[in-house]
């Protein structure tokens, strides 16, 4: 076709596109999100390791912060191959090489990844400010309940079931016209089976088995489908009202899982007030069966190792004081919540300090043998008078009203009553704050923040610091999708150079819209 169109066309060649146009359009997308990084007041990273089909490993960053608009913005920033074993100390030195490369070093960044020892080690050796990411706090705490044997012996029951309609062509029929008649679905369903590496696909499948129930129940025991005994495992009623229980007991712990993977919206805010949430549902009620009391207990106890440093602490109690939904704490005491009420305003203040500090040192070296002062400005206004030609009459005016009025307008002009200090003002502010409506849970926190910014200067500042964290390191997660779109098994021979940059470019790279 681009023969006919333009013979005098060379179509370019893999080289060209390999060693000149990926490394050219990799370069200048990163050039974009440094410049765009660089206007964050603080930026978040998170990070995951993955293995290739190639059966090379990889460890991808992305990192999180506030625009100026009040969006959170997120970008993926490397996926770089690892060869030496995932210590603490080498992902620690890949941590501070990110840090350095992408010039973040005065972001204040803090690091938010899975609960693995290896990472913790790693934070400690680099001194990050560390979230564990709560998706993955909530998976372990699942994994471990969904681990007991009672809980087990339900799962394999359903599994076998669901494995059956799978397997057997003519069950599956029978099930989707038993649906039809029994459940009145016009567009029949399939059981699913659970995935060792999602502890939520063992409580989706169920769910679904529940939704089924009464359409499997017809099909085993109809008489057109010769059914083995051996081949199922048939569920009693007691069974069926445990797995009803089981399902209703965990699903807390789904639905915080899907809304905590949110990217848009500020997560790190929801940690506290849904930890303390969680654990409150999981306390033992009366007229729980010994079951779902060994899947309360186990849930409680996991969730109770997690969260008890008191950096951690601080971090996620900050972000809910932070965030207009969650201001009044009610998850904390009184003592508690005073504290942390403190600790704002503290932090606050420090952040005003420091900015007048800057300010001041910004405009130090500007001053050009001019101190600023009225006499100055008094001998720049005569010397243009000057230039401009005579003019006697006004400037005597104006030395006569300066030798009348001079002493009293100097002295208003120099006022006793200094400029409020920082404390003050983010005291005032956090005291307002305070007094404020409380915010309905459906309202975006960013966009509270944005049209409140200018009746609260300092807090708004610090809330882009905190609310810019992600509660969990899914972003990482998410990009092991995209790699295996791009290295697949025919393409398993990519270069790790040509994989990040791919990559890379995937999730960064903003093409026009026409």
């Known amino acids: 076709m681009l023969k ?58 992305t990192a999180h912060y506030i625009s100026e608009d009040w969006q959170i913005v997120s970008h993926v920033l490397q996926t770089r191959a690892v060869y030496e074993s995932h210590t603490g100390a080498h992902m620690a030195r890949l941590l501070l090489d990110v840090v350095e490369e992408w010039q973040l070093t005065d972001k204040s960044v803090v690091l938010v990844t899975d609960n693995a020892a290896n ?39 359903v599994r076998r079931v669901a494995a059956y309609f799978h397997r057997s062509t003519k069950a599956k029929h029978l099930f989707e016209e038993n649906q039809k008649v029994v459940l009145k679905l016009t567009s029949p369903l399939k059981l699913i089976t659970d995935v060792a590496t999602r502890w939520n696909s063992g409580l989706d499948m169920m769910e679904r088995f529940l939704q089924l129930q009464a359409a499997v129940h017809a099909t085993l025991l109809s008489p057109a489908l010769n059914v083995d005994e051996g081949d199922i495992v048939t569920l009693s009623r007691a069974d069926l009202a445990n797995v009803e229980e089981a399902v209703k007991t965990l699903k807390p712990v789904k639905d915080a899982t899907v809304f905590m993977s949110e990217e848009s919206s500020p997560t790190v805010s929801l940690i506290a007030p849904v930890y303390a949430q969680l654990l409150q549902s999981m306390s033992d009620t009366i007229g729980d069966q010994p079951l779902i009391r060994d899947v309360k207990n186990a849930i409680k106890t996991d969730l109770l190792k997690r969260y008890n440093s008191g950096a951690e602490k601080k971090i996620l109690h900050t972000s809910s004081a932070l965030d207009p939904r969650f201001k009044g704490l009610p998850f904390l005491t009184e003592e508690e919540r005073l504290d942390v009420y403190a600790g704002v305003t503290s932090e606050a203040a420090s952040l005003e300090y420091e900015s007048r500090r800057r ?70 502010e956090m005291e307002l704050y305070c007094r404020c409506p409380a915010v309905p849970l459906s309202e975006d926190p960013l966009d509270w923040w944005h049209r409140h910014k200018g009746t609260f200067p300092l807090l708004s500042r610090l809330a882009k610091r905190y609310l810019c964290i992600p509660g969990t390191s899914v972003s990482a997660e998410r990009v092991f999708s995209t790699a295996g779109d791009v290295i697949t098994a025919k393409r398993s021979a990519l270069k790790p150079d040509h994989v990040d940059q791919l990559v890379f470019l995937h999730k960064n790279l903003e093409i026009p819209k026409c």
């Open 4 to 61: 006919t169109l333009e013979p005098r066309y060379k179509l370019p060649t893999r080289a060209t596109f390999t060693d000149s146009a990926l490394p050219a359009l990799y370069k200048e997308t990163k050039a974009k999100v440094m410049e765009s990084m660089c206007k964050a007041s603080r930026v978040a990273i998170t990070s995951d390791a993955w293995t290739s089909v190639a059966t090379e490993s990889y460890v991808t960053i």
């Open 119 to 157: 990472m913790i080690f790693a934070d400690e050796i680099g001194k990050f400010p560390h979230v564990k990411c709560f998706a993955h706090t909530l998976n372990l705490a699942a994994q471990r309940a969904l681990k007991l044997p009672t809980v087990s012996r339900l799962l394999g029951s």
């Open 359 to 428: 300010t001041e040192a910004d405009e130090a070296p500007g001053r050009t043998g001019s101190s600023g002062t009225k006499e100055d400005l008094l001998s720049v206004d005569d010397n243009v008078s000057d230039s401009a030609g005579p003019s006697a009459p006004k400037r005597r005016a104006s030395s006569l009203l300066v030798s009348l009025l001079g002493p009293a307008f100097n002295a208003i002009s120099e006022p006793a009553v200094q400029s409020k200090t920082a404390d003050a003002i983010a005291e005032e």
